[in-house]
């Protein structure tokens, strides 16, 4: 079945112009183009789309998305790879709904929720840093993804465990009214630091040049 830009438009809900710009930049190139300069798609280019639609929702950007679909070959693997990766994102974005459904419960009812549960959902695991390496190609985030590269499933509880720790003790000492510059909050933050270099070596220049991408 042949596609025109306005039918693929309407249906997959992608403006025509952006499927002009897909063209132009080379990610999504229609089939032919009409002796009237329109563009047609078949069948190859919409699945093309849907897996470009696909990555998108996942939070990658064009350019690694041209990448991703440029290299894959067997469509069926391909989606099968993105169904599991949908559901590991429904399932990290159900976990955060809960997280903020207790949250809320617990503050109407003005009951105390342990720093525990307020961050369950943004645990740091293996899947984590595939994620964010998808989204975000960084050198810091491969020599994150290197040092863990022999953690047991353990390893990363612990280091959670030990985040949650030092949130709690945060949360503690703003309750109690402890200024920035105390040498209890410096304590944390030392602690802190001494737990993020477990990963990676947050330096200025490292912090720096992940933050301005």
Excluded at 139 to 155: G, H, I, N, Y
Excluded at 182 to 193: C, I, K, M
């Amino acid at each position: 079945m042949t596609w025109s830009i306005q039918h693929l438009a309407k249906t997959s809900g992608v403006t025509a112009r952006t499927l002009r710009y897909y063209d132009e930049i080379g990610l999504l190139r229609p089939d032919r183009l009409g002796a009237n300069g329109y563009r047609y798609y078949e069948r190859e280019q919409i699945l093309r789309l849907q897996r470009i639609l696909l990555l998108r929702e996942l939070g990658l950007d064009l350019t690694t998305i041209r990448a991703v679909v440029d290299a894959e070959r067997d469509p069926v693997e391909a989606l099968r790879r993105h169904h599991h990766r949908l559901l590991e994102e429904r399932g990290r974005l159900d976990r955060l709904a809960e997280t903020v459904a207790a949250t809320i419960e617990h503050l109407e009812k003005g009951t105390e929720m342990s720093a525990e549960n307020l961050f369950e959902g943004f645990e740091f695991g293996r899947d984590y840093i595939d994620r964010e390496l998808d989204r975000n190609d960084h050198p810091e985030l491969r020599k994150v993804k290197a040092r863990t590269a022999e953690w047991s499933e353990q390893d990363f509880h612990t280091f959670n465990d030990e985040g949650a720790q030092l949130e709690s003790r945060l949360l503690e000492l703003m309750r109690a009214g402890v200024a920035h510059d105390d040498s209890s909050t410096f304590a944390v933050l030392d602690d802190d630091l001494a737990l993020q270099r477990k990963v990676w070596e947050p330096t200025k220049r490292a912090t720096s040049s992940w933050r301005s991408r």
